[in-house]
């Protein structure tokens, strides 16, 4: 598959640093390599063999679409009447008025918002999930110019993979 930006370089050219089973390690390893001022732009984190993982955390109900709209909704509107009262006149209005009646109006759009939302999926998708996406593996890659050092501050073997030890030989 070729790289999404032409103009960009393939880190998946690279070589292969080290190999990890969870994205937190990779990112400790480049992090080692950062704190001993090794020059990071040389280095890629890439995922391998990814897939999506969609974990249903509950149903779906009528409750759930109001209470999801009305938080959504009050958020919405906290931060527009803040930025509203930043512009207003002191005068005209009270600035702690403009923000509560944003968090109000909001709440009730999004309550209503929340509503007409899950009447329009027709019950088709009644349940909430939570996605990501996960590799079974996380490649460190570095550019060929900065492998050797990269392995000396990570304390590992000059090749690496290491070599397989050599089948002892059979006489006939």
């Given at each position: 598959m ?56 509950g ?24 930025f ?11 600035p ?53 050092d990269?392995r ?21």
């Amino acid at each position: 598959m070729p790289p999404v930006n032409p103009q960009l370089p393939d880190p998946t050219r690279d070589p292969v640093l080290a190999s990890f089973d969870n994205y937190l390690l990779a990112q400790e390893a480049v992090d080692k390599l950062s704190d001993n001022k090794f020059p990071v732009q040389k280095v890629a984190i890439v995922g391998v063999d990814l897939r999506m993982v969609e974990q249903v955390i509950g149903r779906m109900s009528w409750g759930r679409a109001a209470g999801g709209g009305l938080l959504t909704g009050a958020w919405f509107g906290l931060l527009l009447g803040l930025f509203v009262s930043f512009f207003a006149s002191a005068e005209d209005s009270n600035p702690t008025t403009l923000i509560l009646l944003g968090l109000i109006y909001g709440a009730g759009f999004g309550i209503i918002f929340g509503l007409v939302s899950y009447w329009m999926t027709g019950g088709k998708r009644d349940f909430l999930s939570r996605s990501q996406i996960v590799a079974t593996k996380y490649d460190v890659h570095v550019t060929a110019d900065g492998l050797a050092d990269a392995r000396k501050i990570l304390g590992l073997a000059a090749q690496w993979p290491p070599p397989l030890p050599d089948a002892p030989e059979t006489t006939p």
